[in-house]
């Protein structure tokens, strides 16, 4: 057992043995010794090198391989580092430990000092979009995370910080799955699940663009209004209506694919959305998902909506 300090806090971590890492390249096995460990909940792959230190190329290198190979984040203890070679590290987005002086994980210690600082009262969009995907696409119980790396558009990573929302609003909890993972569990089910909820969930939609025409092939997810007509007995109205990322809006925008663009009207209704649509395959979804769709239409007020979005809920086939 060896023990590492990560932003104040030990981690104790447990050596891998031969057999566990069987399949790697004979450089790295040579090169490193690789061990578990948790920081906060998330599970990590430890790799300390035997000797000479090698390029941050190099280690990005492995860090990808390894971690593509194991389903962990790859982190390596350096005994020394100087700032220049941190830099370089960073610029290569590669994880480290710098004995007990410095660390670079920037989405698990930022996680860690929010939590500290101020707990979640709603969900952030990964830990909504894991929910709805468990609600209505395919259930999550009992799975580990890097089951559910399998099946979602995110990284390991951000997929943890999504569950640790999740069990730290009470929506699930990690529990053990025999001496060396954590599987995932939810109390309730289905609909009792979904109402408990309800102050959890955030809009889905960041925020909405018009424009009279829109120069580009590519094919985006419908939204709003029309997505509701697809589900329901609605009529679509006569606007086109897509949803994309702010990424992708703010790559239109620059190349001037939207003909006059505003905040108010326009033939063209684009919606910046926070996460992908939850579905098997997001990259070619047509529709937005139906939950996703019923909170981003909460704010509509008119009464053949409100009626359209409770049926699309009441007729919604529970995943989980």
Known sequence: MKTVVISGRPVELRERTKEQMKGIRIGDSISYRFYDGDFHGVALMFAEPRGEVGTPRSLAITANEMSEKFGLPVVFLLSECPAYERQRLIDKNVYFVVSDKYAHLPMLVANERMRKTKQAKKLSPVAQYL???????????????????????????SIALGITYLADLGVCEKVADGPKQKVIHFAEDGRRLWDKVQTMLIDPVEARMYCDEFKSDMRFPICSINALAHYTMLNPDPERMIMMSSKQLKEFEETGALVRPNEFDGDIMIEVWKYPPVSNEAANAVWVDKLSLAISLKRDNDPRVEKEVERLINELEWKA
């Open 131 to 157: 929910l709805l995907f468990h609600l209505q696409v395919e259930s999550l119980e009992g799975k580990t995370l890097r089951d559910i790396g399998n099946k979602v558009p995110y990284s390991y990573p």
